[in-house]
């Protein structure tokens, strides 16, 4: 269903995709408007396999950075409403624009142990386009740009990863690079929710699995002679 878009449907995508480039553009934590693209085609190629509504999985891919809690200062997720302030003056439908805010207010990983599974299936094909980009190389880049960004270490064995029970709990953490690996990245891939993204992310899964141990042989000096 909704294969193609109308020429009122594209020319809402043109102008929401014009507004999210020119908001994400100079973003250096990794999830700036190259990764909106990718989850964007991500996206839009798993809506094609599982049969989702291609104009709710594009606006709600394009929107779903902008306004996220890691880029506002008091912590806040305001996704939700930059999505309704954009879209309600496009005159989309009301059924459509409360849809595309629920998936991004539903759609960050919010620590291991708060479980975020979506209700809809546009919401899903977001959800695992946007896990997708959070793993294998492109998913390690953007964890040192992101942990950068923050000032942290990119390693420090004197702590330990925490699995943390809350959202509050996850938005607080403050420690290196590498811990988030175990965190989060590591268990994406079982938290794929569309066929074609559980396929997708053994490979990824796998390169970011030997990515880690790879950096922790490398830091113990256990790969030389």
Known sequence: MGSELDVMQQAVIDEVARRAEEALSHDASGHDWWHIQRVRHVALRLAELEGADRFVVELA?????????????????????????????LDVPLETIQHVAGIIEGLS???AGVATEMPTL????????????????????????FGGSRGRAMHDPATAAVLHQSFDEYKQKSGATLHH?????????????????RQWAERRHEFTREFYERFLAEWDSRDVG
């Open 181 to 197: 690996f175990t965190e989060k990245l590591l268990l994406l891939k079982d938290r794929m929710q569309t066929e074609s993204g």
């Open 109 to 111: 990983f919010k620590g």
């Open 61 to 89: 891919a394009l929107l779903h950075d902008v306004g996220d809690w890691k880029s506002q200062a008091d912590g806040k997720d305001i996704g939700g409403r930059i999505a309704r302030e954009w879209l309600t003056p």
């Open 122 to 145: 546009e919401g899903k094909c977001v959800q695992d386009a946007d896990r997708l980009d959070a793993i294998g190389a492109i998913g390690i880049g953007r964890a040192f740009a």
